[in-house]
């Protein structure tokens, strides 16, 4: 079984920034998806930004601000949020798509950190 476990969330001021971690654990044999969501209290997900095979892949909203990149060797996920606006105040969630040591292709998520964006 594969969990995920984020941390990073925090409280700060608009044009800050915060590097946000998502720890794996588990067999995981292969991660096919890595991708960082965010939600706002009763709002649909956002894909924020993901690592596939083909590259990383942006939000609009997120490009040239924010940072998508993976450790294998630790199985950690990593978002670096600059130029932090009030919009960008949300949960953050991790999600893998990961093939493990006793199943095939399944997806996983995490419980969410939140970051909020304020003076």
């Known amino acids: 079984q594969v969990q995920l476990v984020e941390s990073g969330g925090a409280l700060v001021q608009p044009g800050g920034s915060l590097r946000l971690s998502c720890k794996a654990s588990?067999?995981?044999?292969?991660?096919?998806?890595m991708a960082w969501y965010r939600q706002n209290p009763g709002a649909q997900h956002e894909l924020v930004a993901s690592?596939?095979?083909?590259?990383?892949n942006y939000a609009d909203s997120a490009k040239g601000r924010f940072a998508i990149s993976e450790s294998n060797a630790e199985n950690t996920l990593y978002l670096q949020m600059n130029g932090l606006k009030p919009e960008d105040t949300a949960v953050y969630l991790c999600?893998?798509?990961?093939?493990?040591?006793?199943?095939?292709?399944?997806?996983?998520w995490g419980q969410g950190t939140q970051v909020t964006v304020s003076s």
């Open positions: 588990g067999s995981i044999r292969r991660l096919i998806v």
């Open positions: 999600y893998f798509r990961a093939t493990t040591s006793y199943r095939g292709p399944a997806d996983y």
């Open positions: 690592i596939t095979s083909a590259g990383t």
